[in-house]
């Protein structure tokens, strides 16, 4: 299926390296494939396989090639300074994609800056949005098959559920196997894989690693390295608390989320709080590739438990708040507070299950679906 960067894409590429990044099998390689057809003698080169690691390694590919596409070269040795001298060095004209399944900024760290010769761009599952307008469906029967299916490609188009659920237990096995081993070189693969299923459990909950590292038996800062390889590799995201202090806001809890809301073990409202958050995230990093947005997610929360499930925000101000609920058309209490503080900030409280548009008290009560497929991406 065609995906809802093509267009940012083909621009991009006529000035500039173009790095695109995204959890395993998010469809980055058909994407490549996909942009492929719009060069002429297209080549496209996997470090994973051997014949095409030698071709990199000697860099003996065509180079008449309208686009080159070099994928998974992260895991080459000081593959920054290299990939610097492929882009110098290369024909005029020629297009240059590199892809891979980890954040290439934590991979591997130091070496050559590649500052000012490229674009980033990172790839997400499928949207509300971005299923209406590739398969013509409603909004709210896109919701229904992602809260079902989770937003990869894969499962999202397996001929039934049993197909997508093989899909996904073979998925979650091959992360932790190998993706997670051959990042980090970790040995405690085991303590890894607890913590993962114990993440699960606790999405859009205030995430205490202390806690968890004593029911784990090792150590917070441990578990800390555990958390960014697992946001490294694209496996789960963290949303931070909204604090106008940064600082402050990094050192409180987050929430965890993961990019694929088939992962997710919880009720119908835990899997719609996830799949709500994978696609506010899509939405702000596709603002922020593809239009150089200071855009963030955050989340708001007292010392007295009120909390307002998601904000956005723009240049350092919050210019959203944002509540999901199943079927509760009642404004949200945490969202009548916290509208009443920020007065600038637009307030939407987005239901699943919703009879009726309403506004009370300068809250927007807002059809879910419809909402979601009205984002960016």
């Known amino acids: 299926m065609k995906r809802y960067l093509d267009k940012s894409f083909l621009n991009d590429l006529a000035t500039k390296m173009v790095i695109l990044t995204g959890p395993r099998q998010v469809g980055k390689t058909t994407f490549s494939q996909q942009l492929m057809k719009s060069f002429s003698n297209a080549q496209y080169l996997n470090w994973d396989v051997l014949t095409d690691r030698v071709i990199l390694q000697r860099q003996s590919w065509n180079t008449r090639a309208g686009i080159l596409v070099l994928d998974e070269i992260h895991k080459m040795r000081d593959w920054k300074g290299w990939l610097k001298g492929v882009v110098d060095g290369r024909p005029a004209g020629q297009a240059l994609l590199i892809t891979g399944s980890a954040r290439m900024e934590t991979f591997r760290q130091g070496g050559e800056s590649l500052a000012g010769r490229y674009f980033a761009y990172r790839l997400h599952p499928i949207s509300v949005r971005e299923w209406c307008d590739q398969q013509g469906t409603s909004p709210i029967a896109a919701l ?9 490609p894969e499962p999202c188009l397996a ?7 093989r899909w996904r237990a073979q998925y979650f096995s091959d992360l932790i196997r190998e993706d997670v081993l051959e990042f980090s070189r970790l040995h405690e693969i085991n303590t890894m894989r607890l913590f993962v299923e114990l993440l699960r459990e606790r999405v859009g909950s205030p995430l205490s690693l202390a806690s968890i590292a004593r029911d784990l038996a090792i ?17 789960v995201f963290t949303v931070q608390p909204w604090h106008r202090n940064i600082a402050r806001a990094i050192m409180q809890t987050p929430k965890v989320y993961f990019f694929d809301t088939g992962l997710v073990r919880g009720d119908q409202g835990t899997r719609l709080e996830n799949a709500v958050a994978a696609m506010l995230l899509k939405h702000t990093h596709f603002r922020q590739d593809t239009e150089g947005k200071s855009t963030g997610l955050h989340y708001i929360r007292t010392k007295d438990g009120v909390e307002v499930d998601f904000a956005l925000s723009e240049g350092g101000r919050l210019m959203q708040l944002i509540e999901c609920k199943l079927s ?6 945490g969202l009548l507070r916290f509208a009443g503080e920020f007065p600038d900030a637009e307030a939407v409280q987005i239901v699943f299950d919703l009879r009726q548009e309403e506004l009370h008290n300068g809250i927007k009560i807002t059809d879910a679906a419809n909402w979601l497929a009205a984002l960016s991406a």
């Open 144 to 152: 229904d098959h992602l809260l079902e299916r989770g937003g990869f």
């Open 159 to 165: 001929v039934d559920a049993i197909q997508a659920d």
């Open 219 to 235: 150590s917070p800062t441990t578990l800390k390295r555990y958390l960014d390889i697992l946001q490294a590799l694209f496996i």
């Open 328 to 333: 509760d058309n009642r404004p949200h209490r």
